[in-house]
Each structure stands twice: as structure tokens, then as C-alpha cells.
């Protein structure tokens, strides 16, 4: 992922780019809702996978 910005801040902002609530998003990714909020609040770091995954929607 190419960004300057927080990780939390780049999921948050991705997020509602597209529209998702946290639970489209989580379901999105294969995640719990629990793990979106955590990544969000900076309390948790996503997986490898995850941000594969985010940089991918990131770029449609």
C-alpha cells in the first residue's frame, strides 16, 4: 500500500469511498465487523491478505 496517511485513516476514508458499512466491509474482506473497528481505531493492524485486498478495491 502507497500511502503516507495512518493505515487506520486510509481503511476509514476507503470505506466510505465506496460506500460500505463496516459490516459490507468486513464481509468484503473475510474479516469480522470486530476486526474493521479495531483496524479503524488503530487498535489492530490488518493482515498482509487484508491489505492486498484493500489496495485492490483501492484501485477500482
Do not use: C, D, H, Y
Given at each position: ?8 485513516k486510509f ?50
Open positions: 500500500m502507497q500511502t503516507t496517511q495512518p493505515t487506520s481503511i476509514k476514508e476507503l470505506r466510505f469511498r465506496l460506500g460500505m458499512t463496516q459490516e459490507q466491509f468486513a464481509a468484503e474482506l473475510g474479516v469480522t465487523v470486530a476486526s474493521v473497528r479495531r483496524w479503524e481505531n488503530n487498535k489492530a493492524t490488518p493482515s498482509p491478505l487484508a491489505l492486498k485486498v484493500m489496495e485492490s478495491l483501492n484501485n477500482q
